[in-house]
């Protein structure tokens, strides 16, 4: 994980985070989020008057399928990138609870 200087989070570990083309979390994903989400939303917490928005982004590869390696479409992509962000979000609201 990364700390950018307009304090994005960035995961940058790929093979940890989702398999290609697939939006569920995987388990070492999963765990990464526990531990980390709820430390985060205290940080945030602590400074809410300043804070105005958490973004959470699910950004994809430009390969849809190692096997074939065919580049995905604009759409399939979009798609995709919403629903892993969907997943982050679902899996870590009940973790900051």
């Given at each position: 994980?990364?700390?950018?200087?307009d304090?994005?989070?960035?995961?940058?570990?790929?093979?940890?985070?989702?398999?290609?083309?697939?939006?569920?979390?995987?388990?070492?994903?999963?765990?990464?989020?526990?531990?980390?989400?709820?430390?985060?939303?205290?940080?945030?917490?602590?400074?809410?008057?300043?804070?105005?928005?958490?973004?959470?982004?699910?950004?994809?590869?430009?390969?849809?399928?190692?096997?074939?390696?065919?580049?995905?479409?604009?759409?399939?992509?979009f798609?995709?990138?919403?629903?892993?962000?969907?997943?982050?979000?679902?899996?870590?609201?009940?973790?900051?609870?």
């Open positions: 994980m990364e700390l950018l200087d304090n994005t989070v960035r995961f940058k570990a790929p093979d940890v985070l989702f398999e290609t083309g697939e939006d569920g979390l995987k388990a070492a994903y999963e765990a990464m989020l526990q531990d980390f989400f709820p430390r985060y939303v205290a940080i945030l917490y602590a400074h809410r008057q300043v804070v105005k928005t958490i973004r959470i982004e699910g950004h994809t590869s430009s390969k849809w399928d190692n096997a074939t390696n065919q580049p995905e479409s604009f759409e399939k992509n798609r995709l990138s919403q629903d892993r962000a969907r997943e982050i979000l679902t899996y870590s609201y009940p973790v900051i609870k």
